[in-house]
């Protein structure tokens, strides 16, 4: 027999490790036949995965369902059903793990829902239609009788009854072998690598699916390390741990970091989900040696409204995630990336301002604005109604409104949110927007403002290429009339933040003028007693060379600056920068 388990990603760097996983058992255990994995994306065309799944000629397919694909996952099962009409569909992930027989009602291609973990129901399952094929039978029609001894099953009966089995008991994880080790190098190197190395979560947020699983369950720290450094010997360049609260376990936490310090070879970065409340001093310690790249972390704030923070039961102590922060910036090895949460109760629109200047604040690498998910099976979604929250009955269920931020409310956020992303989170603006905080009274009504003008200038409905944002950004700054009188500054730190990720080939409006810059490239050409190190380098290269791994530009005041692309940072990838000071223009040659 053949199954094929189909994943529908969000991007295509993306992995699926739960499919990967469900094969890896399923082979360990001894189930036979041939079970295939299908990755595709949300953007891929419905007939271009239709295509490959029948040109596979499944007798069964499992696809794994989550928020994003959810859609087009319907969408698909309805074709496959009228062209593999023999073949058996079913379901299982988090999106479907909960009010399974109302979705089964509204899909009747489907066989059935594998609820929760699945390593073992699928096996199982498997197991199944394999006695099945053996006897000769049709896989359509394998006996409700052998289904209803699998736990963790809800499955509709021939005569159209839903029947649900119990629960499955949770898996040891050192049960699972490791399933990345038949990906090609090549196929690994420009992947995003999830890996797993616990389930569950010692905390009980009420937004999230991992507060329902009670306990912690941990891989032991010999399969973890073996399985890392495979992945670092592969050179995958990011590995990315699910475990929802990384540190949860001093002594664990501090074993894997250690390491990979370790066993680094300067290539893999690792993405690691914290508390930064939870960080004492000899774990702060070491993520100040690591390498600069080596991890980065994320830190979910989602409020600062300890009303908010009560009601959704989260523990945070906002002071130490401050001072973690901010300690952890001061090494500037270590990428921060910092959350927030628009829509959670008692959190109205002035206080969700309040929550995201007191995280800008802190200075993290990335500002994750997100808004409430009222997901199947969450506390939230029984507490919704009892809020007076109203989300969208679609995936992903995002909130429409509460009874402390209205819908307009939100649409204001979201088109922050777009400037945060655009303008802040690519850090390619860090200059820039460094000055012009000053000319507002917080960093919310700074993006808020952009996000106006965007929407009065008609902007906010066309894609724009990265030169073109700083074009935008000229025209926002030249319009504001109290920030005139620095505008030169501001063409300055513009120029600075172009070229300092890359030596763009069009000069934007906003240059100055290139004339300036061809008598002082020869002027650099021209011994000069104190040079830095850099000019010396420059010199002995041709100007082809020259070109490619250096730019120059005029700054106010006739100075000039150096862009140099051979050494860049680890972290925001920007070449270095040497300030020239003036170059007399009567030695240009």
Not at 85 to 110: H, K, M, N, Y
Not at 276 to 304: K, N
Not at 384 to 397: Q, R
Request: hydrophobic content about 35%; proline content about 4%.
């Amino acid at each position: 027999m053949k199954a094929v388990l189909a994943a529908v990603n969000a991007k295509y760097i993306h992995s699926n490790p739960a499919v990967y996983s469900l094969r890896a058992y399923a082979q360990a255990q001894g189930a036979g036949g041939e079970v295939e994995i299908g990755e595709y994306t949300i953007n891929h065309r419905r007939e271009d995965v239709l295509r490959d799944l029948f040109q596979r000629s499944p007798q069964l397919v499992g696809f794994s369902c989550y928020i994003w694909n959810i859609s087009m996952i319907r969408a698909l099962i309805a074709d496959l059903a009228l062209i593999l009409p023999d073949t058996a569909i079913w379901l299982g992930g988090p999106e479907v793990s909960f009010d399974c027989g109302r979705l089964l009602g509204e899909l009747p291609q489907v066989k059935g829902i594998m609820r929760g973990e699945g390593e073992e129901t699928f096996t199982e399952l498997l197991k199944a239609y394999e006695d099945q094929e053996r006897r000769g039978g049709r896989f359509t029609e394998l006996p409700d009788s052998l289904l209803a001894q699998i736990p963790g099953l809800t499955f509709r009966e021939k005569e159209g009854r839903i029947c649900e089995t119990q629960e499955r008991e949770f898996l040891e994880l050192d049960r699972i072998p490791f399933y990345y080790t038949h990906i090609p190098k090549e196929q690994m190197e420009h992947r995003i690598v999830y890996y797993e190395s616990s389930r569950g979560c010692p905390f009980s947020c009420a937004y999230c699916l991992s507060s329902v699983e009670k306990g912690l369950r941990f891989r032991s720290l010999e399969k973890v390390f073996e399985e890392l450094d495979w992945l670092i010997k592969q050179g995958t360049p990011q590995v990315k741990f699910v475990d929802r609260t990384f540190n949860c376990k001093k002594s664990r936490a501090l074993a894997i970091w250690k390491h990979i310090m370790e066993k680094d070879r300067g290539i893999t970065n690792f993405h690691f989900e914290i508390a930064a409340d939870l960080l004492d001093e000899e774990e702060l310690s070491l993520l100040e040696a690591m390498r600069p790249g080596l991890a980065q972390l994320e830190i979910g704030v989602q409020s600062t409204n300890q009303e908010t923070l009560k009601a959704i039961r989260r523990v945070t102590d906002l002071e130490k995630i401050r001072s973690r922060t901010e300690r952890i910036n001061r090494s500037h090895n270590i990428h921060q990336h910092l959350d927030l949460i628009a829509g959670l109760p008692y959190e109205d629109f002035a206080s969700f301002q309040n929550s995201f200047n007191q995280v800008y604040s802190l200075k993290p690498d990335q500002l994750q604005l997100g808004f409430l998910k009222v997901l199947k099976g969450s506390p939230m979604a029984a507490e919704a109604a009892g809020y007076g929250i109203v989300s969208s009955p679609n995936p992903p269920y995002e909130v429409l409104s509460t009874p402390w931020i209205s819908h307009g409310q939100l649409l204001k956020l979201k088109q922050v949110e777009e400037m945060v992303e655009v303008y802040y989170n690519s850090r390619q603006f860090t200059h820039t927007l460094k000055r012009l905080l000053g000319e507002f009274s917080s960093p919310y009504e700074m993006f808020s403002a952009l996000a106006r003008f965007y929407e009065e200038k008609g902007l906010d409905q066309v894609s724009h290429s990265r030169t073109a944002r700083y074009e935008i950004l000229w025209s926002f700054l030249s319009g504001l009339e109290d920030a005139r009188e620095r505008l030169e500054d501001y063409r300055d730190d513009l120029m600075i933040d172009l070229y300092l990720r890359e030596n763009a080939k069009s000069r934007p409006s906003f240059a100055r003028e290139p004339a300036l810059l061809k008598k002082a490239a020869g002027a650099l050409l021209a011994e000069q007693e104190g040079e830095p190190q850099v000019l010396k380098e420059y010199r002995q290269m041709d100007s082809r060379q020259r070109a490619r791994l250096f730019h120059m530009e005029a700054v106010q005041g006739g100075g000039f600056v150096l862009f140099d692309y051979r050494t860049r940072d680890p972290l925001s990838y920007n070449g270095a920068v040497y300030p020239l000071g003036r170059i007399k223009q009567e030695e240009g040659r």
